[in-house]
């Protein structure tokens, strides 16, 4: 069972943290830490198949849902991913009732999709020792898509309303950009924006998501029904407590 899927559902709020490292170490580390999901980045970290399937394993033993975020809402990558074990996407920059469809079809195998069947040859569906993971493989897909543009903002009542679209993120860093703020996450235009998609995401009845800003950021957006909440990435970690660390001796 995917306790993401299940706990969004709900509007159960679950924490997480982006993994840009691409490391199997630093992501098991970060398994055992609490999260309840960690974010593995193929769009803007330097990772490949095979440094995401030493993640995958890396942090199986952990009670926490790894999800996924691909370059690009490719059927062919979607299905790469699939294959190796992720069953929880993270797909960036959807602006479209339409996009938003095809992603979906892309998440299931035929009929209802167009994902390209394979299972003796597939991680997910343990080599083919899962009985039955063909006709119930959707069952467990979690689809988030990612509103990170002033085509993504208009079409957010159309893009939640798609059967398949499980939670809809919104990514600030993009949005500030789209919205002539480049590098200002925080300006009011960007932040108004912003709890309107909360709110007419709400209104469809779908749960929203966010990148948070910092720990009060986070708590704010869940105060206002935000359940999919990242509080910040792996390399911002290491990078402030190293520097933390340094200054500590002058």
């Not at 083919?128 to 063909?134: I, Q, V």
Request: some cysteine; glycine content about 10%.
């Amino acid at each position: 069972m995917n306790t993401l899927k299940l706990a969004l559902a709900e509007r159960r709020a679950q924490i997480g943290l982006w993994q840009a490292l691409a490391n199997s170490y630093t992501a098991e580390i970060c398994a055992g830490a609490g999260y309840d999901w960690l974010l593995f980045d193929g769009e803007h970290a330097p990772n490949t198949m095979q440094t995401l399937l030493a993640q995958l394993q890396a942090t199986a033993p952990y009670p926490v849902e790894p999800v996924a975020r691909p370059s690009a809402g490719d059927p062919v990558i979607i299905k790469q991913y699939m294959d190796i074990g992720f069953r929880s996407l993270l797909v960036p920059m959807v602006e479209s009732a339409a996009q938003a469809e095809r992603l979906v079809a892309a998440t299931r195998f035929p009929p209802r999709g167009i994902r390209g069947v394979a299972s003796t040859t597939s991680r997910a569906s343990g080599f083919g020792a899962k009985p039955g993971y063909l006709a119930t493989a959707h069952e467990d897909v979690c689809l988030i898509v990612q509103i990170e543009s002033r085509a993504g903002l208009a079409a957010i009542e159309e893009i939640a309303a798609i059967e398949g679209v499980d939670a809809l993120f919104i990514g600030p860093a993009d949005l500030a950009a789209a919205l002539g703020h480049l590098g200002n996450p925080w300006h009011e235009q960007v932040q108004a924006a912003i709890a309107g998609a909360v709110e007419r995401i709400a209104k469809v009845g779908k749960p929203s998501g966010i990148f948070a800003l910092s720990p009060d950021d986070a708590r704010r957006w869940i105060a206002a029904g935000v359940s999919f909440v990242s509080l910040g990435t792996d390399m911002g970690l290491l990078m402030r407590s190293a520097r933390e660390l340094r200054a500590c001796v002058g």
